[in-house]
């Protein structure tokens, strides 16, 4: 068998995962990804994106599911985001775009606004 390359991450992240990773339970999934959430943006504030592959894996690894939607989108859109800091393809933020817009919509005008905001300020 081929082994896998050891990823880092948080340590407190990593337990978490550990202890909860495969679990079904929606609120814990809500959990971890609010806290992947918040490293992804700590990752985009501090320019520092090392990390960043290892909480996508686990964000793919989660079925998507009307509970978890938004959870991933807001991930999605972290991602586009980081891609867009990487290879200045405007295209990503285009897609960024559309993920404010379908919040927007959906009736989460005030999270949408604080996205737009987020992007605006740290994709240059």
């Not at 990503?92 to 737009?116: A, F, P």
Request: net charge positive.
């Amino acid at each position: 068998s081929i082994k896998q390359p050891k990823q880092k991450c948080s340590s407190y992240y990593c337990n978490l995962r550990k202890k909860y990773g495969s679990t079904e339970n929606i609120i814990i999934q809500k959990d971890l990804l609010s806290i992947i959430i918040n490293l992804l943006v700590f990752s985009i504030e501090k320019d520092n994106f090392e990390d960043v592959e290892f909480y996508f894996s686990y964000v793919n690894s989660i079925s998507t599911t009307p509970d978890i939607y938004f959870y991933k989108s807001v991930v999605k859109f972290l991602k586009l985001l980081i891609k867009y800091k990487q290879s200045g393809k405007k295209s990503l933020l285009e897609t960024c775009d559309v993920i404010i817009e379908n919040l927007s919509i959906s009736g989460m005008e005030n999270y949408s606004l604080e996205l737009s905001k987020f992007k605006n300020k740290y994709q240059d």
